[in-house]
């Protein structure tokens, strides 16, 4: 008795998926001995805490002439799309 058309795909699935089932496990296996070889030989070294740096506050005086220029441009802005702000 030959095996039918549906059988012979059945069998053609199950050996492709099991190939792709036995491949994945072997790629997660060896990943797996890839990381714990990598962390057992090569410790990551605890960095020491950098001390923040500060920065010195702004000595630059911004002439008044362009302070008004900006609050005139914000309050244009504040005129044309929020109408009801006072």
Same mark, same amino acid.
């Given at each position: 008795? %030959?095996?039918?058309?549906?059988? %012979?795909?059945?069998? !053609?699935?199950?050996?492709?998926?099991?190939? &792709? &089932?036995?491949?994945?496990?072997?790629?997660? &296996?060896? #990943?797996?001995? #890839?990381? *714990?070889?990598?962390?057992? *030989?090569?410790? =990551?070294?605890? !960095?020491?805490?950098?001390?923040?740096?500060?920065?010195?506050?702004?000595?630059?005086?911004?002439? @008044? %002439?362009? =302070?008004?220029?900006? @609050?005139?441009?914000? /309050? @244009?802005?504040?005129?044309?799309? !929020?109408? /009801?702000?006072?």
């Amino acid at each position: 008795m %030959q095996p039918s058309l549906i059988s %012979q795909g059945f069998e !053609l699935m199950l050996y492709g998926m099991g190939t &792709v &089932v036995a491949f994945l496990s072997l790629l997660i &296996v060896s #990943m797996l001995l #890839m990381s *714990w070889i990598i962390r057992r *030989w090569f410790p =990551v070294a605890a !960095l020491p805490k950098a001390k923040p740096l500060r920065t010195p506050a702004s000595t630059t005086v911004v002439p @008044q %002439q362009t =302070v008004r220029i900006i @609050q005139a441009a914000i /309050d @244009q802005h504040r005129k044309r799309f !929020l109408p /009801d702000n006072k």
